[in-house]
C-alpha cells in the first residue's frame, strides 16, 4: 500500500540485464502479462516522443495557433513513421543518422520551395508591372529552345543538390 492506495509490484530482469526493475500498477487484478505489454508500449511512446524531440524538432514550433501546432506535431510524427519504416527495411544505417540527413534534406526543400516562390511573385509584379501575360511569357519561354536552355541552367545553378527531377 502507497498512502491510501493499493498498488501491485511485479519485479523482472529484462535481456541480459542483471538488474532488477519494477513495474507497480494500482489495478491489484491486473496479471503480470498484461502489465508488462502496458509497459512495453509506453516504453515505445517514451522512445518515439524522445527521437521525435531529438532528431525532428517537435516541440520546438513557437506559433500560437492551436490548428498549425498541430500540424506541426503530425507531420513530425509521420516523418518519424516514414524514417522508421524505412530504417526498418535498410537495416544499415544508424536511426539518428537517418533523421539528420531527412531534417537536412527537408530543410533544402523548404527553402528551394520559398526561393521559388519569391521568384514567381517576382515574376507576377513584373508582369502586372510590364501589363505581360504570365501565362502566354510562359509558354513562349517553354517554345523557345534557348530560352529554355537558359531557364534550365538557371534553374540547374539554385537547385540543391540535384533538386529538380531529371538532373
Known amino acids: 500500500m502507497m498512502g491510501d492506495t493499493y498498488v501491485k509490484i511485479f519485479f523482472i530482469?529484462?535481456?541480459r540485464n542483471k538488474n532488477w526493475d519494477a513495474i507497480v500498477t494500482t489495478d491489484t487484478h491486473m496479471?503480470?502479462?498484461k502489465a508488462?505489454?502496458?509497459?512495453?508500449?509506453?516504453?515505445?511512446?517514451?522512445?518515439l516522443i524522445k527521437e521525435c524531440r531529438q532528431y525532428l524538432g517537435l516541440g520546438s514550433y513557437q506559433g500560437t495557433d492551436f490548428d498549425e501546432q498541430?500540424?506541426?506535431?503530425?507531420?513530425?510524427l509521420m516523418t518519424h513513421m516514414v524514417l522508421t519504416l524505412g530504417q526498418r527495411f535498410n537495416e544499415y544505417e544508424a536511426?539518428?543518422?537517418l533523421f539528420r540527413e531527412t531534417r537536412r534534406e527537408l530543410f533544402e526543400l523548404t527553402q528551394w520551395r520559398r526561393t521559388l516562390e519569391i521568384i514567381k511573385n517576382l515574376l507576377n509584379v513584373l508582369a502586372i508591372k510590364l501589363c505581360i501575360d504570365v501565362a502566354d511569357t510562359m509558354e513562349n519561354l517553354m517554345q523557345g529552345t534557348q530560352a529554355v536552355?537558359?531557364?534550365e541552367a538557371i534553374l540547374l545553378a539554385l537547385s540543391p543538390s540535384d533538386a529538380i527531377a531529371g538532373h
Open 13 to 15: 530482469r529484462v535481456g
Open 31 to 33: 496479471k503480470f502479462v
Open 36 to 47: 508488462f505489454e502496458i509497459y512495453q508500449i509506453r516504453w515505445n511512446i517514451e522512445v
Open 70 to 76: 498541430i500540424a506541426d506535431c503530425t507531420l513530425c
Open 95 to 97: 536511426l539518428g543518422e
Open 149 to 151: 536552355s537558359e531557364l
